[in-house]
């Protein structure tokens, strides 16, 4: 693998332009009532340029190694401009905990949920009074409920200045601010002249800046495949774990059965990638080499969509009223069904045209649209899993 130029971090250039864009809105209520609270529409217009630079007019068919290279060198700024746009979005239609889960039967949708990250506390061992860092924590969901299911204390690492705010916001409210903070950072790394080389592991800059040795165990939900090399995150997460520490994730990968060169796989690919903000998505085998190489000792890895569950992962982006459990599903289904996406994309249309929401919203919301249609495909195909199960350890000596 080539090269990686790293971004340089600059928080105060982020906080400030967090600032202009979101202005208050991170005192909302989630979804809708944040996306009218108050955004810049100059800033708006300034993160959708940025992310959709990497993706508009540049189909499947046309996509290069080089193409790919770019997204990936500018992967932090690609993933912050993202969740700029599309945190609402989230909140609205999915809830504060922004992963896919396994479903038992007659489940709830927001108790299989918790009940995916109470698993991978679970296989961690996490206990009360570890420290534990939760590698892009998102708005916190999954950190609070680990902390109330586990009564460790998390750190949350985010470079989403917005996310943090309402992340923030979120655990004062729920009182956990005594066992639950967040910080800004990279979860990358430089080496020698500002880039990263997949096959060196040594480290002369952290971008990830805790000291070697902080924490207890480290764990990701669905977070560390926005970084532009799975060697290069890991083995950030190998330097501040203590010896003995524990790692899990949930990875998304690309199974076994994908294929580059078959045209349909490589669209629903990309489709996934556009739609949720990563820049270079890997397989099975990546992930499982980039763990050994960076030292670790694996001691489970699983794909938990391979589980022979009564409903499948990806269910709720499938609009089919056949996987209702309760009549609380309902809106959670409706949300994805034609109608309901008919009505979320009119009622946008309305909210942009009066200024309500800002312009660009839209087509942030088509893009998740394409990658919810795009991870439904992966998943009936058995391309795609967004619930590769990992535990590794680090060694004692």
Known sequence: MAPIALETEDHTRDAQFNKVLHGKSAQERAGLLSMMG?????????AVDEYF???????????????????????????RHYY??????????????????????????????????HYLAHVMGLKENMVVLDVGCGVGGPAREIVKFSGASVVGLNNNDYQIDRATRYAQKEGLSDKLSFTKG???????????????????????????NSFDAVYAIEATVHAPSLEGIYGQIFRVLKPGGVFGVYEWLMTDKYDNDN????????????????????????????????????????????????MPWYWPLSGSYRYMASIWDFFTIFRLTKLGRSSVHTLISFMEKFGIAPKGTQKTADSLALA????????????????????ARKPKI
Not at 99 to 111: D, I, S
Not at 187 to 209: D, E, H, N, P
């Open 84 to 117: 700029n746009l599309a945190t609402d979005l989230y909140e609205y239609g999915w809830g504060a905990s922004f992963h896919f889960c396994r479903f038992a039967y007659g489940e709830p949708f927001r108790q299989a949920i918790a009940r995916h990250e």
């Open 38 to 46: 108050g955004k810049d529409a100059a800033a708006q217009k300034a």
């Open 263 to 310: 045209p349909e796989h490589r669209s629903i690919r990309l489709g996934i990638e556009q739609g949720d903000g990563i820049s270079n998505m890997e397989k099975i085998e990546v992930a499982l080499k980039a763990m050994r190489d960076v030292g670790f000792e694996l001691e489970l890895n699983e794909d938990l969509a391979d589980r022979p569950d009564p």
């Open 372 to 391: 919810a249609d795009n991870l439904v495909a992966g998943g009936e195909k058995k391309l795609f899993t967004p619930m590769y199960l990992m535990v």
């Open 53 to 79: 630079k990497h993706w508009d007019n540049k189909s499947a068919a046309d996509e290069t190694a080089d193409t790919r290279e770019a997204r990936r060198a500018e992967y932090a700024s690609l993933t």
């Open 186 to 212: 990279d979860f990358m790394v430089s080496v020698k002249s500002g880039v990263y080389v997949a096959s060196s592991l040594t480290i002369l800059l952290q971008q990830m800046s805790f000291p070697e």
